[in-house]
């Protein structure tokens, strides 16, 4: 094994900033003076308390997330959340309108469907979700109880351009594979969520932001940890939550402060995306999966002229340092999962990489 790190493109879990687990490691015995690493705490002690509460004040500050809305840290990842949705909301009137644009969207609908009617207002599947459709392709339903999509389809590489407008139906929205990369109107939403192990944390929670104003409605049978209501009662501690990775979140949102937040983030994520598509348009052997105008800025997709020279690509990037580049089976070729903590130098050499790997293989 190599003493050095790699540029790690992973989808997920995935890099996390190097000062932050710096920090984690100087901490890791001996947490502050508390005599103990924040994995030994109860989670019901002072010093934990402390780390949660000011946890969950940043992520509400980053996030500039209103007094209507509340965060909730909830265990079960976002496929959890694809039944937790469904069961805390549909009820209202029994039914749901989903976009399906990707893998997880299709997944969340799938899921959707135990619990009520659902109605797909969109899906990009006749072009195996290479585009995100139009505001005024989606069908929608005036009765449902929410309208859900997935804002960065993670396997696919597209992400959406704009917030669905769906009048006075509560938005629930995905955002995994994107959150904190741009900013995000959070009132526009009922239902924001998001595994943590992409943009946020090591993987072992979902973080819901909820609308106080849609809890407790839920489904008779839903179990107790998967109701928003008694989430929300709790302070998410009805049992008890995963610690550590909550307390990972809090050192990455201090790192997000240093980077000027997400405004920050925003400018530094499209400069490194930016240095790949210019990369692939410019590249008569690469070329991009997804179409230009749904072109995430985190999950980049690509591919060569054949599936012997995308072996040989991601065979040679591995060696130079540039791991995990093999796209999804469901796409092949490559992606490159540039989140936040992935360094502009890492996007830098892998578009460096590319242009020399092309010229030697012309
Ligand atoms: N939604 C999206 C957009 C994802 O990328 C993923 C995981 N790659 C999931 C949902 C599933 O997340 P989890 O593994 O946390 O359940």
Not at 143 to 153: E, K, L, Q, R, V
Request: hydrophobic share 40%.
């Amino acid at each position: 094994m190599s003493t050095e790190r790699v540029f790690n493109f992973s989808a997920g879990p995935s890099v996390l900033p190097l000062s932050v687990l710096e920090k984690a490691g100087s901490e890791i015995t001996n947490y502050r003076g508390s005599g103990m690493s924040v994995m030994e705490m109860s989670h019901r002690s002072k010093v934990y308390i402390e780390i949660f509460e000011e946890t969950k004040a940043d992520l509400k500050r980053v996030m500039s997330i209103p007094d209507t809305h509340e965060v909730l840290f909830v265990p079960g990842g976002a496929t959890m959340q694809f039944s937790a949705v469904p069961m805390n909301l549909i009820g209202k009137t029994g039914k749901a309108d989903y976009a399906v644009t990707g893998n997880f969207s299709g997944l969340a609908m799938k899921e959707a469907k135990k619990y009520g009617e659902i109605n797909i207002a969109c899906s990009s599947e006749d072009k195996n979700h290479t585009y995100i459709p139009a505001q005024g392709d989606l069908k929608l339903s005036a009765d449902a109880s929410y309208f859900h999509y997935c804002s960065n389809n993670t396997i696919y590489g597209t992400e959406w351009k704009y917030v669905p407008q769906t009048g006075d139906v509560p938005l629930v929205c995905d955002m995994s594979s994107n959150i904190m990369s741009v900013p995000v109107d959070v009132s526009k939403y009922g239902v924001i969520y998001a595994g943590v192990q992409k943009n946020m944390a090591p993987a072992g929670v979902a973080v819901v932001i909820i609308d106080k104003a849609l809890v407790g409605n839920e489904h008779p049978l839903t179990p107790k940890l998967l109701s928003y209501k008694v989430m929300l009662d709790s302070d998410s501690m009805h049992n008890t939550p995963p610690c550590y990775t909550i307390y990972m979140l809090g050192l990455v949102l201090k790192w997000l402060d240093e980077q000027g937040g997400i405004e920050g983030m925003e400018k530094i994520k499209a400069g490194k995306a930016k240095l790949l598509y210019d990369m692939l348009d410019d590249s008569k052997m690469f070329d991009g999966c997804a179409d230009k105008a749904a072109r995430s800025d985190m999950n980049v997709t690509f591919r060569t002229t054949s599936e012997e020279l995308d072996a040989q690509f991601i065979k040679e990037a591995t060696k130079a340092g540039f791991v995990n580049l093999k796209g999804h089976r469901n796409v092949g070729g490559m992606r490159a999962s540039i989140y936040n903590a992935m360094p502009t130098e890492g996007v830098q050499k892998l578009a460096d990489f590319m242009r020399g790997f092309e010229a030697r293989n012309k």
